[in-house]
């Protein structure tokens, strides 16, 4: 993440992914989280010592499903010696790409084959993906995919047994980059254009994309790279490029911070003048343990921002000790000011016998009230500090709000959205943990200054990128709706956008307190139920749209 010129917008992602290299050699199980089937993710890692035949003896006991024939297909990746391919007279040969330098190639092997494979000199590497012949079940997602285990959670996978694909539809995304050679994204990209000439990381973007096309395996995909930091013009450009050339989503899983909080910043209004014409989905974020709100009146208080009473340090970690990058950034409500702006200054100090130094201070971000700061500290206590000036020139108390990468001591869930997702008639989509309960990282609504909840829906956030080991994060959640909504649009050509988004959250199963809240919005995502209640509005269409044109978004 890094700061260039004025006018430049720190972008920071709901979640990261680590890139991860296959292993050397031998049998190995998929990263974890990869969203394989079970009988995958029982081969023993913890047992490096095992043979091959005891660890594929330990694959075909651990597999749940009815009883199959030993000989049944698998799904394989090989990292291949000298950019070369399996010759074995039973290998269907699906996909090969380059991943981290080393060639790769996937296809269908019987399992009796699999050794057979690991013995050829030409392999550095066997890795069983996926089941594909010998079950009953019926599957939506093509043979040789990985699919989020996210898409039945919502229950997309039941739209997609019916036939409805997204088929059709056109799902634009915006991210710091992507690597659209990737075998998940393989067949899905139909355009791609950079609008960042610094490029940006490309895991966040492929695995946001990737949700997208396992929740709506046949939506086209238009892909807009913005790069880890864009202005507000290069953000502009990106939404009108994905506009004209016929997205009928958007998603965008990004947090902008060099914006007001109250959805009336640059982003936060091109984001909302496309939701009248496309739907557009956001990330809420993952700042519900690492965001401060508060209060400061430089006119009548010390020079140092109170974080709670007589509390002017906020410990990051709750003071325990860590190392390596750290990264925050102040905004203050003094966006409208000319001349004589309230000048703070965020800094990073590090506890230690003595005076405790300044390690990393903030930097302006354009030309907005707004400081950012990162930095990569060794291990030790930090936390941070707002320095305002004395006695300055001002009309009152300032609103000022913190979001940082690490948990902070003192924090505020409430009102804890970034743009995009703070924008009226903007899906904003947060994240849900285990029985369906929202995240205790996921941002909250409401929209600072406003009566809007902030929060629409919330989904899973499971990511399956074979390459990658997936952490949590909104990011990922926020493209289970978009291809929701890809579905819908499939299905029911005839609704507009303000329909999408009314019969997404109308549909939805509430699992907060009872109605709409800032934290779930009006509930979890329910794909089926969507599908059905667009039935009734497709039938009343004249009636829903009287109703929805005057109506607004949460």
Do not use: C, K
């Not at 050397?24 to 969203?35: C, D, F, K, M, N």
């Not at 088929?167 to 075998?183: E, K, L, Q, Y």
């Not at 000319?338 to 030309?367: E, I, K, M």
């Amino acid at each position: 993440m890094t700061n260039r010129t004025a006018l430049v917008l720190v972008l920071a992602f709901a979640a990261v992914l680590a890139p991860v290299g296959l292993a050397g050699s031998g049998l190995t199980g998929p990263p974890a989280g990869s969203g394989t089937d079970d009988a995958t993710a029982a081969e023993p890692r913890s047992d490096p010592v095992a043979s091959l035949e005891e660890r594929l003896a330990r694959v075909v006991a651990a597999d749940p499903g009815p009883a199959d024939p030993v000989d049944r297909e698998v799904y394989v990746e090989l990292e291949m010696r000298g950019g070369t391919t399996p010759d074995h007279p039973g290998f269907d040969l699906r996909q090969a790409y380059d991943r981290e330098g080393a060639r790769v190639v996937g296809g269908y092997v019987p399992l009796t084959a699999v050794r057979d494979l690991s013995h050829d000199p030409r392999v550095e590497a066997v890795r069983i993906e996926r089941s594909r012949r010998g079950s009953d079940r019926p599957t939506a997602a093509r043979p040789d995919a990985n699919v989020a285990g996210g898409v039945s959670a919502v229950g997309a996978d039941e739209l997609q047994l019916a036939g409805v694909t997204g088929r059709n539809v056109t799902v634009g995304v915006i991210d710091a980059g992507f690597r659209v050679s990737d075998p998940e994204l393989a067949g899905h990209v139909g355009a791609y254009r950079s609008f960042d000439a610094e490029g940006g990381g490309w895991v966040h973007g492929t695995a946001v994309a990737s949700v997208v096309t396992d929740t709506a395996p046949d939506a086209s995909l238009h892909l807009a790279a913005v790069g880890d930091s864009t202005t507000p013009a290069e953000y502009r450009d990106a939404v009108a490029w994905l506009r004209a050339s016929g997205a009928d989503v958007i998603v965008d899983a990004g947090s902008y911070f060099g914006q007001p909080g109250d959805g009336g910043g640059e982003i936060a209004t091109v984001a909302a003048a496309a939701a009248r014409e496309t739907v557009f989905v956001a990330a809420a974020g993952n700042y519900g343990r690492r965001h401060w709100r508060g209060t400061h009146d430089p006119t009548r208080e010390v020079a140092r921002v109170r974080f709670a009473p007589g509390e002017t340090a906020n410990y990051l970690e709750g003071g325990a000790p860590f190392g390596g990058a750290v990264s925050a950034t102040l905004r203050w409500d003094d966006w409208n000011a000319s001349g004589n702006r309230t000048d703070y200054d965020l800094l990073l100090l590090r506890r230690q016998p003595g005076p405790d130094p300044v390690v990393a201070s903030g930097s302006p971000v354009g030309d907005g009230p707004v400081e950012h700061l990162a930095a990569r500290v060794p291990r030790g206590r930090y936390y941070l500090s707002i320095r305002a000036p004395e006695g300055a020139d001002g009309t009152g108390a300032d609103t000022l709000d913190v979001f940082a990468s690490r948990g902070l001591t003192h924090r505020s869930r409430g009102s804890s959205l970034t743009a995009p997702g703070t924008a009226p008639g903007v899906l904003t989509v947060g994240a849900l943990s285990g029985n369906d309960t929202v995240a205790a990282f996921s941002s909250r609504g409401p929209v600072a200054g406003t009566d809007r909840l902030g929060v629409d829906l919330v989904a899973p956030d499971d990511v399956a990128l074979p390459g990658t080991s997936p952490e949590v994060g909104s990011s990922y959640a926020a493209p289970y709706v978009a291809g929701t909504a890809a579905l819908l649009v499939d299905a029911h050509p005839s609704l507009g956008p303000r329909e999408i988004g009314a019969v997404l959250r109308g549909s939805a199963t509430d699992v907060g307190p009872p109605g709409p809240d800032p934290a779930s919005g009006h509930g979890r995502l329910d794909a089926p139920a969507a599908a059905e209640l667009a039935v009734e509005y497709e039938r009343y269409a004249g009636i829903n749209r009287s109703a929805t044109r005057h109506g607004t978004a949460g």
